[in-house]
T-cell receptor, first 113, second 111 residues
């Protein structure tokens, strides 16, 4: 089945130690998104790629970076995680156009010690 | 700024009907999504409204009034598995389908 895959499902890192979360998709969608969702809060868009075109949200901290080496994969790099970065990180995709459904992966829950 | 409001929590009885409201004030509007999210899992798509009116899909229906900035999700014949958070999300005109989510409504269905 075509899907959005995120690995790992749970990630533990230490304060200040760089961490990378990965997302892959078999839907061949042009657009990939990264959201941060803290407990009982709305998912918050961090950035998205339309193909190779990177779009950063204005309020996304510089601590967060992203890479998309090809259509299928997208990575979220947190350069120096702080305690406030503990959250669920959701990857989503959409075909590429207006008013489309976004398809979410299962998420990676990040714990910062 | 963008503002999307939904009730924080609701409870309902198995077999009953529940309506979850969502109001929005956004700069630009393209359409409105409803997603279901079980605890610790990813959101899953339920419905998408662009035009005013009611869209029915099985036990779930969604309504939109663009002039009032208002939507609701109607769940009929509630089942225990419907216990989840329901997220209202607005997609803005222009740009690449950016979604602005509400904080979600946590629905508890009890026997």
């Amino acid at each position: 089945d075509a899907m959005v895959i995120q690995n790992p499902r749970y990630q533990v890192t230490q304060f200040g130690k760089p961490v990378t979360l990965s997302c892959s998709q078999t839907l061949n969608h042009n657009v990939m998104y990264w959201y941060q969702q803290k407990s009982s809060q709305a998912p918050k868009l961090l950035f998205h790629y339309y193909d190779k075109d990177f779009n950063n949200e204005a309020d996304t901290p510089d601590n967060f970076q992203s890479r998309r080496p090809n259509t299928s994969f997208c990575f979220l790099d947190i350069r120096s995680p702080g305690l406030g970065d503990a959250a669920m990180y959701l990857c989503a995709t959409s075909p590429g156009g207006g008013g489309e459904t976004q398809y979410f992966g299962p998420g990676t829950r990040l714990l910062v010690l | 700024g963008q503002n999307i409001d939904q009730p924080t929590e609701m409870t309902a009885t198995e077999g009953a009907i529940v309506q979850i409201n969502c109001t929005y004030q956004t700069s630009g509007f393209n359409g409105l999504f409803w997603y279901q999210q079980h605890a610790g899992e990813a959101p899953t798509f339920l419905s998408y409204n662009v035009l005013d009116g009611l869209e029915e899909k099985g036990r779930f229906s969604s309504f939109l009034s663009r002039s009032k900035g208002y939507s609701y999700l109607l769940l009929k014949e509630l089942q225990m598995k419907d216990s989840a958070s329901y997220l209202c999300a607005v997609t803005l005109s222009g740009g690449y389908n950016k979604l602005i989510f509400g904080a979600g409504t946590r629905l508890a269905v009890h026997p």
